[in-house]
């Protein structure tokens, strides 16, 4: 698609990126920004896509959006799967929409494969493994044998199956999952990124022990917000530690605890503990993110800038 201006000013950028570690007030600043430059929000959290789960996810109410469209929040039931090629497929053409309305894509969130998903063509190295597709191919394996796993790759990619020996099995499930992810062969893909829009991205850098601090207090939020009930919930309704949504942060947890596997300090404890890892792993991710423009999250003009930058008045960070 060739990218076209998408409010009054954009020369340079066609898309805006708020990402970053959890806890480091993506939401609201992108609200800001969205508000800033005619702009319209679509979240990119793996947990924000599921109905029910509100208060463990963090999912901006009504009021917080403030009258910005949002898209990619609510999109599946919570006993569903949902994979990056299920983000792609129903948020790329979101975005693109969005740009021949001329308005200005904010793209928001801590999930950095759904980014990358936008950002970027799917090229072979990138395809984030997926470990339902994974599993499948290893249950037929064991059913009816590697060879049979590997006549299905030679249905569909002849190319790397003759590559390929049928007891290397890893590969020839990598190849197959290439293949159902993108649609395309791995034969035929290369490896590296492809941009396949403009943008800017953006995200917070919180000293750490700030960052934390702000973890732990978001999980005392969310606990006295209604967290555990929220989850037992969902777990009277048959969603339980089989369902996806229920390894996310919080809900795994609280499970536990509802299972009476640990105590309520305990699962509290786990819950900012394992948010930290979460953080640290997402702050390793964009540090080498293409072009990502760290800001002073105590700086009071980051609206400003930030917006001037996107739609080209400010031609430089």
Not at 54 to 63: D, H
Not at 150 to 170: F, G, I, Q, R, Y
Not at 202 to 208: G, S, T, V
């Amino acid at each position: 698609m060739k990218s076209k201006k998408c409010s009054k000013g954009l020369s340079e950028k066609t898309a805006v990126v708020i990402c970053g570690a959890t806890a480091s007030g993506k939401t609201g600043f992108s609200v800001d920004i969205a508000e800033a430059v005619g702009g319209e929000v679509v979240s990119a959290d793996c947990m924000l896509v599921y109905k029910r789960l509100n208060i463990g996810t963090a999912k901006p109410t009504v009021e917080e959006r403030k009258g910005i469209p949002h898209y990619m929040i609510d999109v599946a039931e919570p006993e569903q799967g949902y994979s990056v090629s299920d983000y792609e497929n129903a948020a790329l053409p979101l975005v693109y929409d969005i740009v021949q309305r001329e308005k200005v894509p904010v793209i928001c969130g801590g999930t950095g494969f759904y980014i990358q998903s936008l950002l970027f063509e799917r090229q072979n190295g990138n395809v984030p493994a997926d470990a339902r597709i994974r599993e499948k191919y290893e249950n037929l394996a064991l059913e009816k044998g590697k060879g049979y796993v590997h006549s299905m790759l030679a249905e569909v990619d002849p190319e790397s199956a003759e590559k390929l020996h049928p007891n290397d099995l890893k590969r020839v499930i990598r190849a197959l999952e290439i293949f159902e992810c993108t649609g395309r062969k791995k034969s035929e893909q290369r490896d590296g990124f492809e941009p396949r829009i403009r943008y800017a991205a953006f995200a917070f850098d919180y000293p750490r022990n700030i960052l934390y601090e702000r973890i732990d207090r978001r999980v005392d939020q969310m606990l006295s917000a209604g967290l555990v009930d929220e989850v037992e919930s969902l777990y009277r309704d048959g969603i339980d530690e089989r369902c996806q949504c229920m390894q996310g942060i919080g809900y795994k947890e609280v499970l536990e605890f509802l299972k009476n596997r640990i105590s309520y300090s305990t699962m509290s404890d786990m819950i900012k503990q394992n948010t930290r890892n979460y953080a640290k792993r997402q702050i390793t991710f964009f540090k080498k993110f293409p072009n990502l423009i760290w800001l002073d999250p105590e700086a009071k003009e980051n609206v400003e800038r930030v917006s001037e930058y996107v739609v080209g008045r400010k031609t430089d960070f």
